[in-house]
């Protein structure tokens, strides 16, 4: 029986598609950090340098009146901290709303002494729809055609709005995304987070700027034109993840969506393993159903400006797929005494190529961003096990969960419940 076992793993090793997929599994990752590198410098060069020299904003004219629209459902320990952080916002006209999901704890009782004191607006839900919903049903309540969404948990920099404002000066713009910062460092696993959201998130979207169209508006922090809103037919609460969506949406009806290093928020981000699996695990849900929803981009010539979006979003979840496949394959290939073919246990100059360039990927994006939080290089260290643990949590959480949103069409008319993490 072993023999038989062993003779059946020499003949899948011989199989061309074996081949083809670890000449993949090898080569994207390599490709992709240089490509990630060298756009997010281009960036950096091209929109961020001259910026840099002045540090300050654009001044404008005339400010717009915006709207900062915080969506929340019991966010009773977070939402004084975060509107008295958005009360302070240094902007000549602006207005803050909080639309409550029809929470079951003491948000509103937080939110109430704002409400009194005139600095904020609440929209009260009697019935709990989810953050897609309740965003929708808040978008005609609202005083500002420029909205700036924030999570209920998220504290945004005084200059936010001077930032993300002077990009809507141009009519095609219907969206600015800011620069999340993660606020609580405090474990190992948030620091891994701080990590990946300076030296992966931010880097991308430097680099998917210079392509012309970006995967995700981070629904952290995002300011929108609101007629666009209106146009695309507002957020689609069946979606898992309604930013990336909205994202979509904007961009294949032709808006142009921008990124704003400079408008900073601070967040919290899950400090647990469970809760970072849980926030992933809809991630990669949401993702995959986007995928099959806009499929369509990736074949009109209409939308060829998001073809590397796509296309770069599909390989990523193939390639997670030969990360588990291929993985698993070694491990019951060495078990039945088969040493597997173009593998060693022992690191070799490409895997050392591969771990390389990913910690050098890793460091462009901290010394990119460090500008914008000075204590960010100290938690570089932590980016050595990056590539081991991290790429193997995040691929096994996209080989389970992106099925369903592949295979199984998003029904309209559903609703994405609210999905609290932290």
């Given at each position: ?6 003779a059946?793993f ?12 670890l000449v993949?599994f090898a ?11 060298t756009?997010?410098?281009h ?8 910026i840099?020299d002045?540090q ?5 004219e ?13 966010e ?13 916002i ?5 207005e803050?709303?909080v639309?409550?999901?029809?929470s ?9 002494p704002?409400?009194?004191s005139?600095r904020?607006?609440?929209?009260a839900k009697?019935?709990n729809e989810?953050k897609a919903m ?7 309540c ?5 909205v700036?969404?924030?999570?209920a948990?998220?504290c945004p920099?005084?200059?936010?709005l001077r930032?993300?404002?002077p990009h ?9 995304t800011g620069n999340p ?8 696993l948030?620091q891994?987070?701080?990590?990946e959201?300076?030296?992966i998130?931010?880097l991308q979207?430097?680099a ?11 629904g ?5 034109r ?8 507002r957020?689609?609460p069946e979606?898992a993840?309604?930013d990336i ?11 142009d ?21 849980k926030q992933r ?10 995928l099959r929803?806009?499929g369509r981009?990736?074949v ?5 400006r998001?073809?590397p979006v ?8 193939l ?6 496949v291929l993985?698993?394959l070694?491990?019951f ?7 597997p073919?173009g593998v ?5 100059w490409?895997?050392m190529?591969?771990?390389?360039l990913?910690l050098?990927q ?6 990119l ?5 000075r204590?960010?290089?100290q938690?570089?260290p ?5 590539p081991?643990?991290y ?5 096994v ?5 992106s099925?369903?949103?592949l295979l199984?069409?998003a029904?309209h ?5 609210w999905?609290t993490?932290?």
């Amino acid at each position: 029986m072993r023999e038989a076992i062993a003779a059946f793993f020499v003949a899948l090793q011989a199989n061309p598609v074996y081949w083809w997929a670890l000449v993949f599994f090898a080569v994207y990752p390599v490709l992709s950090a240089i490509v990630w590198v060298t756009t997010g410098i281009h960036f950096y060069l091209r929109r961020e340098r001259d910026i840099e020299d002045r540090q300050a904003p654009t001044r404008l004219e005339h400010y717009p009146p915006v709207s900062v629209l915080i969506p929340a459902f019991g966010e009773e320990k977070v939402i004084a901290e975060t509107l008295r952080w958005a009360t302070a916002i240094d902007y000549p006209d602006y207005e803050v709303v909080v639309v409550d999901d029809a929470s079951t704890d003491r948000t509103r009782v937080e939110v109430r002494p704002f409400v009194e004191s005139g600095r904020v607006r609440l929209i009260a839900k009697e019935y709990n729809e989810g953050k897609a919903m309740a965003l929708n049903d808040a978008l005609g309540c609202l005083r500002g055609e420029i909205v700036l969404i924030m999570d209920a948990d998220a504290c945004p920099d005084p200059q936010i709005l001077r930032w993300m404002v002077p990009h809507f000066e141009s009519p095609r713009v219907a969206g600015v995304t800011g620069n999340p910062r993660v606020a609580n460092r405090d474990t190992f696993l948030s620091q891994l987070q701080l990590v990946e959201f300076t030296s992966i998130v931010s880097l991308q979207r430097r680099a998917q700027r210079i392509w012309g169209r970006i995967l995700t508006m981070s629904g952290v922090v995002g300011a929108f034109r609101r007629s666009a809103l209106l146009d695309v037919g507002r957020y689609s609460p069946e979606m898992a993840t309604e930013d990336i969506d909205m994202t979509w949406k904007l961009q294949r009806a032709l808006y142009d969506v921008r990124y704003e290093p400079h408008a900073l928020v601070w967040m919290r981000v899950p400090p647990t393993l469970r809760g970072l699996v849980k926030q992933r695990r809809r991630w990669a849900l949401g993702l995959a159903q986007v995928l099959r929803r806009h499929g369509r981009v990736a074949v009109k010539w209409r939308t060829r400006r998001m073809w590397p979006v796509f296309y770069e979003a599909t390989l990523s979840i193939l390639w997670a797929y030969c990360f588990v496949v291929l993985t698993t394959l070694w491990a019951f290939s060495y078990a039945v005494g088969v040493p597997p073919a173009g593998v060693s246990p022992i690191p070799n100059w490409w895997g050392m190529t591969i771990g390389t360039l990913c910690l050098t990927q890793l460091f462009t994006g901290v010394m990119l961003d460090r500008r914008y939080d000075r204590g960010v290089l100290q938690h570089y260290p932590v980016a050595v096990v990056y590539p081991i643990v991290y790429w193997m949590l995040m691929a096994v959480i996209t080989v389970f969960c992106s099925p369903a949103g592949l295979l199984r069409r998003a029904r309209h008319g559903a609703v994405t419940h609210w999905k609290t993490e932290r």
